[in-house]
T-cell receptor
């Protein structure tokens, strides 16, 4: 079993719909959770960053973490064609002070139909 | 801010040749990461440096891969000899240590490597 599981999609929804993207993980040591967005032929860019269980909202985006279930979600409200991209979840255990590498899901390819 | 700069953007080479990928991290960042992305395996961490020192190279697939960071503004990832299965997109990322900025990594645009 991979440490982080993510449905690769593609997930196709009409413009304006609410999108739900999810990841499950097996390593209970993971404490920091991120969502990256990657457009075609570009590098990943950080979208959301959370530490604790619960919800974090930023504009149309909401990140949700449930550590008891080892499950994280990203919700996109009022989805736009410009949201079409691959969304990667990433996570990391707490470190001793230095930075550590991220463990990524394989990414979900999202298509928003105009 | 110019962001993380990688070169070349594309590299096509023949099996057996040496390949060198380059990365310039964001100024002031003291952690640097090399990742590889393929359809089959997704994004995988190869190696990372803190303050120019390699910390964890357990993701480097074989001895054919090596990475260096001679100073805070430059890193290389070398593959010698290259093989077709090394074909992938290689990303460099950097971050800055600190409580609030912890673990926020900024990625370059990647180098798309094709080994024929």
């Amino acid at each position: 079993q991979k440490e982080v599981e993510q449905d690769p999609g593609p997930l196709s929804v009409p413009e304006g719909a609410i999108v739900s993207l999810n990841c499950t993980y097996s390593n209970s040591a993971f404490q920091y959770f991120m969502w990256y967005r990657q457009y075609s032929r570009k590098g990943p860019e950080l979208l959301m960053y959370t530490y604790s269980s619960g919800n974090k909202e930023d504009g149309r985006f909401t990140a949700q973490v449930d550590k008891s279930s080892k499950y994280i979600s990203l919700f996109i409200r009022d989805s736009q064609p410009s949201d079409s991209a691959t969304y990667l979840c990433a996570m990391i255990p707490p470190s001793g002070g230095g930075a550590d590498g991220l463990t990524f899901g394989k990414g979900t390819h999202l298509i928003i139909q105009p | 801010d110019a962001g993380v700069i990688q070169s070349p953007r594309h590299e096509v080479t023949e099996m057996g040749q040496e390949v060198t990928l380059r990365c310039k991290p964001i100024s002031g960042h003291n952690s640097l990461f090399w990742y590889r992305q393929t359809m089959m395996r997704g994004l995988e961490l190869l190696i990372y440096f803190n303050n120019n020192v390699p910390i964890d190279d357990s993701g480097m697939p074989e001895d054919r891969f090596s990475a260096k960071m001679p100073n805070a503004s430059f890193s290389t990832l070398k593959i010698q000899p290259s093989e077709p299965r090394d074909s992938a997109v290689y990303f460099c990322a950097s971050s800055v240590q600190g409580v609030l900025a912890k673990n926020i990594q900024y990625f370059g645009a990647g180098t798309r490597l094709s080994v024929l």
